[in-house]
């Protein structure tokens, strides 16, 4: 079946790093494209990122462009998001996805990780 595996998540102080890793399984991930979302304590599902299935094209929410990059690598079916500059709102946890249609909105992506948590200290 297909999984995607969401890891690289943890607990980091503000200012530091993150590399977070999905390994896509149980589908050609390379006709997919990629994208990551979080979800933060009683708020909405909010976009953060996501890259074509071509690698040719990136998209960012608004707030977050320039910090985050969001790369993948179809050889080894994985699409990664490097989270630089990390602030206690970037607290939250991450999903990755894939789809086929659109980029920005959940209802654009057919499979979904579980998840990884992001919390940033201040």
């Known amino acids: 079946q297909v999984q995607l595996v969401e890891s690289g998540g943890g607990l980091v102080q503000t200012g530091d790093s993150l590399r977070l890793s999905c390994a896509a399984s149980?589908?050609?991930?390379?006709?997919?494209?990629g994208g990551w979302f979080r979800q933060a304590p009683w708020k909405e599902l909010e976009f953060v990122a996501a890259?074509?299935?071509?690698?040719?094209?990136?998209y960012y929410s608004d707030s977050l462009k320039g910090r985050f990059t969001i790369s993948r690598d179809n050889a080894e079916n994985m699409v990664f998001l490097q989270m630089n500059n990390l602030e206690p709102d970037d607290s939250a946890v991450y999903y990755c996805?894939?789809?086929?249609?659109?980029?920005?909105?959940?209802?654009?992506?057919?499979?979904w990780g579980q998840g990884t948590q992001v919390t940033v200290s201040s």
């Open positions: 149980g589908l050609i991930f390379r006709t997919y494209h």
């Open positions: 890259i074509s299935r071509n690698e040719g094209n990136t």
């Open positions: 996805a894939a789809g086929r249609i659109g980029f920005a909105t959940p209802s654009d992506y057919v499979y």
